[in-house]
């Protein structure tokens, strides 16, 4: 509470970014060990009420990790923060849905080869996505997806990209333009290419790759 005290009356918090995973004991305890989904929830509720009182109303954001462990908590997440918006109006809420990034990290690898959200039962996942995309629409609390409108990728079929290993993608951008590579996401990578290809109309400094697919 006291660094919660400490940033607001020094208005020192511009945004806040809540990394949350999921929105039941369940699902939170199992995705981030030694965590207490209680104490999460009265630490946020510390956080909005205080806000709330010193008059500081930063932009509140939950980050949500997709993996197939947790997928169906999001409508849940949806309705636990319509209760926070209904509790503490002067805020404003967001959700950032975010996917599970390789990394050479000693067993973190085989977790996402595991919990990777494009395993997941597909049925299953398409309507949970559906369900929070509804609750979305009635909550008036945006969903942001891979930079894209988040009912756009469930109309489209709530597709998620399969996993693309990155030494492979590496090796297709450096053969294909030899351009600096930045890696978003498993099977989803944006390249940084310098100069623009001359066939480019637009100003674009980056071109997003699907796994098994060519740019054009």
């Not at 806040?16 to 104490?39: M, P, Q, Y």
Request: aromatic letters at 12%; glycine letters at 6%; charged letters at 25%.
């Amino acid at each position: 509470r006291s660094n919660i005290e400490y940033l607001i009356d020094n208005r020192l918090i511009s945004s806040v970014n809540i990394s949350i995973d999921g929105a039941t004991r369940d699902t939170v305890e199992k995705v981030r060990v030694n965590v207490k989904f209680a104490n999460m929830l009265r630490g946020i509720d510390y956080l909005l009420s205080y806000g709330t009182r010193q008059g500081v109303f930063p932009p509140i954001t939950f980050s949500f990790t997709l993996m197939k462990i947790n997928f169906h908590d999001l409508p849940e997440l949806i309705r636990l923060i319509e209760r926070y918006k209904k509790k503490y109006p002067d805020f404003s809420y967001s959700v950032s849905l975010q996917m599970l990034v390789l990394t050479d990290v000693a067993g973190y690898r085989e977790f996402v080869h595991e919990q990777h959200p494009s395993l997941a039962d597909q049925k299953e996942f398409q309507t949970a996505m559906r369900e929070a995309a509804a609750e979305s629409k009635r909550t008036g609390i945006f969903i942001g997806f891979l930079g894209e409108d988040f009912q756009q990728f469930v109309d489209n079929g709530c597709h998620i990209p399969e996993l693309l290993d990155p030494l492979t993608f590496l090796e297709f951008g450096k053969q294909e333009y030899g351009g600096l590579s930045m890696r978003i996401g498993p099977g989803w990578y944006e390249v940084e290419i310098a100069p623009l290809p001359s066939r480019w109309t637009e100003e674009r400094a980056f071109v997003t790759i699907e796994a098994e697919e060519q740019c054009e």
